[in-house]
């Protein structure tokens, strides 16, 4: 019974090991049983680590617009092995990275604008910053906007 619902959990989204471990703990499972069922989801490829990863940074990517260092703390937060948030990151395309970075700036700039524009680069930086974007192409990105 609670393998079928596990199962049904894990079909309806892509789930990371731990999540799934938490939810088996839930059911007040432990111990072998609770590997045996988490094996049993493996085999069955109801559960797939490297699957999630490459899903979950895609997703965060193109929905949210994340940048790599909000998705790689999230991943490790989620104690995903470094081979699979390897291959998750490998997922996003450095011009497309590039370009989304870049229409997240310039809508911040419209958002941020000050009349003082150093108070302005350093709202706009601090923003995409705290996106995960990574800081000194955030400042190379701000430094051409503004220089042109």
Do not use: P
């Not at 490297?50 to 940074?57: G, H, K, L, S």
């Not at 937060?77 to 700036?105: P, V």
């Not at 003082?116 to 190379?140: C, H, M, P, Q």
Request: hydrophobic share 35%.
């Amino acid at each position: 019974v609670i393998f079928n619902k596990l199962c049904h959990y894990c079909a309806y989204q892509e789930r990371c090991h731990e999540e799934v471990r938490t939810k088996i703990l839930s059911y007040k499972v432990y111990g072998n049983e609770l590997e045996e069922i988490m094996d049993k989801l493996i085999e069955e490829d109801f559960l797939n680590e490297e699957r999630f990863a490459i899903a979950y940074a895609g997703g965060k990517y193109r929905i949210k617009k994340w940048g790599r260092g909000k998705i790689l703390n999230e991943l490790k937060k989620r104690k995903i092995s470094n081979y699979c948030i390897q291959k998750a990151m490998q997922q996003i395309d450095a011009e497309g990275y590039e370009n989304t970075l870049n229409k997240l700036m310039l809508a911040s700039i419209k958002r941020y604008q000050t009349k003082n524009i150093f108070e302005t680069k350093s709202k706009v930086a601090r923003y995409l910053i705290s996106r995960g974007y990574e800081s000194d192409l955030v400042w190379t990105m701000i430094g051409k906007q503004f220089r042109d």
